[in-house]
Nanobody, 123 residues
Framework: QVQLVESGGGLVQPGGSLRLSCAAS????????MGWFRQAPGKEREFVAT????????DYAGFVKGRFTISRDNAKNTVYLQMNSLKPDDTAVYYC????????????????WGQGTQVTVSS
């Protein structure tokens, strides 16, 4: 069993930056690929980024490429999402998740989820 807790969300102006963290307990994160998803009000949860077990493999949704960076520190059992050049459309609850796959892009591939952290981009 893995427990995931996200932090780092908040209110930021357009063009600003935030770094989300996802801390794990229960089992070592190095056994899992990790992902970030987001869900805006009235919309489906959507894939944002994924990272392989060692951190050497990453992939992103097209709408965040060049702006967001996913990384992990297995020694700290933590995954990060650095978000730059934020836009109002990035407003959503952001979730981290753990998967036994190599990389994973859909919610059904993930076994454990955090409770989410709110990101609001507004002037």
């Amino acid at each position: 069993q893995v427990q995931l807790v996200e932090s780092g969300g908040g209110l930021v102006q357009p063009g600003g930056s935030l770094r989300l963290s996802c801390a794990a307990s229960g089992r070592t994160l190095s056994s899992y690929a990790m992902g970030w998803f987001r869900q805006a009000p009235g919309k489906e949860r959507e894939f944002v980024a994924t990272i392989g077990r060692t951190g050497s493999l990453t992939d992103y949704a097209g709408f965040v490429k060049g702006r967001f960076t996913i990384s992990r520190d297995n020694a700290k059992n933590t995954v990060y999402l650095q978000m730059n050049s934020l836009k109002p459309d990035d407003t959503a609850v952001y979730y981290c998740a753990a998967s036994r796959s190599v990389l994973a892009y859909v919610t059904s591939s993930y076994d454990y989820w955090g409770q989410g952290t709110q990101v609001t981009v507004s002037s």
